[in-house]
């Protein structure tokens, strides 16, 4: 079975199908005619998953077509929507990365926790799972590249800084962690 995208006039992908092997060769003509539509039609491989074949074979497109990518032609790659607007596209895998590395491996004593993307302070947090003893129901960690050690945030409750240099919150602003960049 072969797969292909349908693109709109933004290249946005808007549907994939999965057509028959034997009509791969014609597979843009094959889907207009099946669904009547004058949309673009573009393959798209299962197996290709950030820039690599899961199965060994050549990587197609970096991605794997989904509804809400893009078609980037000048990379002639399917692109998942931005997760954050600080996140930059890796070219090479058509994958978001963080303007940050995600610290790996986590620190000792974050054992079991989960840490995310926290646009606001543009750093790697650790969520509450399981909360520690001591915190409280609006509270955060975050990840001290300097000390290499995960610290308190006394709130998140933060507004998003007018430049990734600022030092500004909605509450007290020594509850804004350390820009160690600046």
Known sequence: MAHFAEIDSSNKVINVIVIPDEHQDDGEQYCQNLLNSTNRWLQTSFNTVDGFHIKGGTPFRKQ???????????????????????WILDEETCTWKAPRPKPDPLPEGTLNKSIQWQESILMWVVIDDPKPEDAGPNEAFWFNEQECRWEKISTINVTIPEHPGANTTTGNSDLYPPNPNR
């Open 64 to 86: 794997y077509a989904a509804i809400g990518y893009t078609y980037e032609e000048t990379l002639d790659a399917f692109v998942p929507p931005k997760k954050f607007n600080s």
